[in-house]
């Protein structure tokens, strides 16, 4: 709590804060953003970044609450990083912001540093697709969820996601335990 409170007031963050609100449309902050220098500028996206994530996190925290999914857990440590882990039912979730994961309902490349944009967001894809195969031949079960896919009542994450927690429980049945 004491370290929300006080990024709170990092002055970045706060500026990040403000742009993070017209994420709606996620190539606005950047476009913003573009007015300040390079070092300026990728200090804000990261900050931008990390916010952005926060929030969809939360987001999905308060829909797994909302339907009574427990079991999960935080900061396992995978590959890729998953934001939420069912360790008992071996299933990773992601949740992939639209602009930095490269929605194709939702990103746009910002117009300046287009090719630099483009090129960093399609590695992200690469990067995201390698750690999905990599979990998925260690026997994981892999949810990808879109920042978009978790406002309103978020009904087709949560059909995503209870599908694979089914699929697992079937599989459960030929299968050792996972070792915590
Ligand atoms: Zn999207």
């Given at each position: 709590m004491e370290s929300t409170a006080r990024e709170l007031y990092h002055p970045v963050v706060n500026l990040a804060y403000e742009l993070d609100l017209l994420?709606?449309?996620?190539?606005h902050p950047i476009a913003m953003a573009d007015i300040y220098s390079k070092t300026k500028r990728s200090e804000i996206m990261a900050a931008v970044r990390s916010r952005g994530n926060k929030a969809t996190e939360i987001a999905l925290v308060l829909l797994l609450r909302r339907h009574k999914l427990w079991g999960w857990r935080r900061h396992v440590s995978l590959a890729g990083k998953?934001?939420?882990?069912f360790p008992e039912e071996r299933v990773a979730v992601f949740v992939d912001g639209c602009f930095w994961h490269g929605c194709p309902a939702h990103f746009k490349a910002p117009k300046s540093n287009r090719s630099f944009w483009v090129t960093k967001i399609r590695s992200n894809k690469i990067r995201d697709k390698s750690a999905t195969r990599q979990l998925r031949k260690l026997g994981w079960i892999v949810v990808r969820i879109w920042?978009?896919?978790?406002?309103?009542?978020?009904m087709p994450s949560l059909e995503k996601l209870t599908r694979a927690l089914d699929a697992s429980s079937k599989q459960q049945r030929t299968r050792p335990k996972f070792e915590r």
């Open positions: 994420s709606a449309q996620p190539h998953p934001d939420f882990v920042q978009h896919e978790l406002k309103g009542k978020a």
